[in-house]
């Protein structure tokens, strides 16, 4: 494989399927300023810039380095603080020092390269002014929402990026230390037009569907990846190796996201980013979801489909699919299927998919005419944190009689689960004050959640239930 690291050009034959980019930058390249703090994409310390050709140009997005595989970045631009060593200092390192926006330092390469990703993809024209920046302040929120620190605290680091003046990504220092963007560009060009399959059998990166499926076919028992935001945890944490991986994000099949009849269609590899810019006006419930889901660097690389296919009772997308009625398109070899998701998970980690079958894509039905859907996580964070429950409700009403409605509860039970009881009881009657009052007593009926770190039994049943009843009301509101 080859990818450009920094400003320089590198081969890497064999990589192992189990190595993370953060481990192989410290211990094989020696370039120590991306840091490891909590080797799980929590903490942010080890952000790195990289860059991928998207439609022929680079596209450019923070990554948290301790849970991407080096197998992955075939192909890529990888930009590192190693890069901004030089002897003057980049105008975002500059801001934080004037602002003081830095104490012991082990947080501060990933702030750096979360600043400038943020200020690479914000076009100059809309930061021409204070106003401008004050403006744009939600959006360095959303960008430095997976990088924490312990003792400078954020509002000198907010006071750095808002005294940015306006750049052109051309004329970035950055890229002037790195030979120029447009050299980069050539660089990574030319090792796409050289092919971007790796046949190493440890980490397979196959190009089309056909390959992906006879690979999988073949090698039934190998994990299959995308972002590896969750697999990576089990190398990191449990330090569990693995001898082959197949990754589906080259597959060109599975990278399309787009709107047919009234439904949306995602494919296997896109990434919750994509599909959280895709949805704001088609399915704004989904992107706001998805704003509390993770952190900007985990959502640059998982994917919808991971996290269906990890199959947690705690994933947090599924119950807005259930209620939306979304379907699986499943494939083993060269034979499609397509289930209901809630067909999918048949208990906990278990779900209905055959040895060597996997899912193509998502089939998610937009809101009909009248139908709306309400979706809200709790969480003790707000930002980058799982989840005690996420309720999910879509309801269509006729007169203030329920014509429909479906409840889905994430936190609650031993899969991504259904309040089928509740449901039946509300279907056809008409909501008052007083029926919505029962509800309580029919989802303690569906859900018998459990005590655990993140909540009681108690509380999730109490605020599953406030959840619910709030969203009722607010319906007859």
Known sequence: MHLLLNQTNIEIVDPAADTTLLNWLRETQYLTATKEGCAVGDCGACTVIVGQLI????????????????????ACHIITLDALQGPELHPVQQAMVDFHSSQCGFCSPGFVMSLIVWWLNTPANLLATPEDFANHRHGVELALSGNLCRCTGYHP??????????????????????????????????????????????YTTPLNLAALALAYEASPNAKLVAGSTDLALDITQGLQPFKCLIDVTGVEELQGIDERDKKLHIGAGVSLSEVEF?????????????????????RNRATLVGNIANSSPIAD????????????????????????LKGFNLGY???????????????????????RVWIEKVS???????????????LTLDHDTIVQIDIACGGMAATPKMANMSQSQLLGQTLTPQFIAKVPVWLAQDYQPIDDMRASAAYRQQVTSNIVTGFLRAAIA
Do not use: W
């Not at 004329?171 to 971007?196: E, I, S, W």
């Not at 895709?278 to 985990?298: E, G, N």
């Not at 599924?318 to 034979?335: D, H, I, N, R």
């Not at 996997?358 to 039905?365: D, G, R, T």
């Open 55 to 74: 439609q022929g140009q680079i596209a450019y997005r923070s990554v948290n380095a301790c849970i991407a595989l080096l197998g992955s970045l075939h």
């Open 157 to 202: 680091i907010l006071l750095a990026a808002d005294h940015l003046a306006p750049m052109d990504r051309a004329t970035d220092p950055l890229f002037n230390q790195l030979g120029g963007l447009d050299r980069c560009h050539v660089q990574l060009k030319n090792m796409a037009l050289a092919g971007q399959q790796i046949s190493n059998p440890a």
């Open 278 to 298: 895709f949805c704001q006006t088609k399915l704004p419930q989904m992107s706001d979801l998805l704003a509390s889901f993770a952190s900007r660097q985990v």
């Open 317 to 340: 997308i599924p119950p807005l699919l259930l209620v939306m009625g979304a379907e699986l398109v499943l494939q083993q070899g060269l034979k499609q299927r397509t289930i209901a």
């Open 349 to 371: 980690k278990q779900t209905a998919l055959a040895a060597g079958e996997f899912i193509h894509s998502v089939i998610l039905p937009l809101p009909s005419n009248g139908q």
């Open 380 to 394: 003790k964070r707000t930002e980058d944190d799982i989840s005690a429950t996420c309720v999910a409700m879509s």
